[in-house]
């Protein structure tokens, strides 16, 4: 592995509203051997998440910012070409969170430890552990199962709903036998949802010109109202939803993408009053908070993908220079499903 050589994509300036290519730079470096603990990883594909655009400012949260003039980092998925590791051999597929890079030497610190994990590519094909069996999978089961508290039969909105952590919510709240109606930017992705994802019905958000009209859509489509809605956007999908909401319902706050490139802050919902006699839970959580339902998880997904109950879509950019493009498309819906990056080979010994 001597004079190995990788290259990477570095935070060059921070960006201030959306951000564009100049934020980022592509660089080569060259691949230290690893030393005891580590191991070397030859990455297949990177995930571009929502979430790296908070890392792209200074400032306190649950993950640290990115650093200009370091490469960036994230989820990524590859085989094992060197290793000084008792826990991983040569040949071996993992994910971990070095990602944003062709190589990545991952260390033996704790947090390495516990975010590098083997994975069976016979399961699934390595960029679904970016997707469906990875992060965003997670954080629908949790957010729909845990935080939305949902119960067989109930009735389920989910905004964003044909993409990575969307179309999960969708299908594991219809293998509960619940009505789902999913949200979604284009006709292509609401089809998707009907056919493959098996939702009810599905609003593609842009065809409505305002809150009113997209909040009368969502009346007509859920004439009880709402049990759970799983928030991944925000603006007008959270009002429309929060005045359709029924008694005692939850909302499962994932995220909200509508506001991430905002300068100022927006108008905050202006009917959270309906949380009051409606006794509405609106409930935030993070998924790294929820990493004890791992198991259950890869053993509910598992038995799902076997049934031919889960299905999933990706977008896959070509090449680590095209990481910046892919990560900005998620704020433009270029992304169907999980966006990933292919960064390498799908087998590298
Ligand atoms: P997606 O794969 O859903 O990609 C983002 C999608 O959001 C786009 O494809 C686009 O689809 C939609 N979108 C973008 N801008 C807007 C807008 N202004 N209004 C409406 N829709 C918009 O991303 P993920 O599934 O990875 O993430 C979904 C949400 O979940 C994000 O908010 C993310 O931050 C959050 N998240 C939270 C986690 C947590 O731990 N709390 C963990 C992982 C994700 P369309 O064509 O439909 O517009």
Redo the contacts with the bound molecule.
Sequence with gaps: MKNLKSREIRLKKRPNGMPDASCFELAETSVPEPKKGEILVRNSFMSV???MRGRMVERESYVPPFQIGEPLSGHAVGQVIASESPNFKVGDFVTHMLGWREVSLVGSDPIAQLTTMKIDPGLAPLPAYLGTLG??GL?AYA?LLRVGALKDGETVFV????????TVVCQIAKNKGCYVVG????DD?CDWLKKEARVDATIN??NFKDEAALTAEVKRLFPKGIDVYFE??G?A?LNAALANMRLKGRIAM?????Q?NDTALPPGPSNIIAAIPLSLRLE?????NHYDMVGDFMRDMGGWIKAGKMKWHETVMDGIDKAPEAFLG??????????VVKVGPEKAV
Aim: glycine share 20%; with cysteine; aromatic share 12%.
């Design positions: 998440d929502p979430y992060m965003p954080t957010g905004s964003a709903a044909s993409g990575a952590v969307g949200s979604a930017g284009s992705k958000y842009k991944n956007v603006g999908h994932c995220g909200m993408i509508a991430y935030g959580f993070i998924v790294s998620l704020f433009k819906g270029a992304n169907f499903g999980k966006m």
